[in-house]
């Protein structure tokens, strides 16, 4: 069974920098694409960014497009998200997801994804 568990969460400034970890565990972390999703109060889950198996196809949600990368680095078994230039918007849980699927399979859709993460919070301060 795979296991998710983020960090990194914690508060920021407005125009400030994060950076949100998940450490994977379970499985072969190689065969499986990652992505972020996040969750405001009273918000739909959104989908925040997805990084494919082979790292080489990234894709980023509307809102955070230019300012989150997505990476990840096979040999810890772990994916990251960057975020630049926060925002008092971007205040959410962050969920960090795993994702079956072909070398350069990505999905922005929250019901792909196979296995799901605790959450970490992040807050924004202006």
């Known amino acids: 069974q795979v296991q998710l568990v983020e960090s990194g969460g914690g508060l920021g400034q407005a125009g400030g920098s994060l950076r949100l970890s998940c450490a994977f565990s379970?499985?072969?972390?190689?065969?499986?694409?990652m992505g972020w999703f996040r969750r405001a109060p009273g918000k739909e889950r959104e989908f925040v960014a997805v990084i494919s198996r082979s790292a080489t196809r990234t894709l980023y949600g509307e809102s955070v497009k230019g300012r989150f990368t997505i990476s990840r680095d096979n040999a810890k078994n772990t994916v990251y998200l960057q975020m630049n230039g926060l925002k008092s918007e971007d205040a959410a849980v962050y969920y960090c997801a795993a994702l079956t699927g072909n070398y350069w399979y990505t999905s922005t859709e929250a019901e792909k994804y196979d296995f799901w993460g605790q959450g970490t919070h992040v807050t924004v301060s202006s």
């Open positions: 379970g499985r072969t972390f190689s065969e499986y694409g």
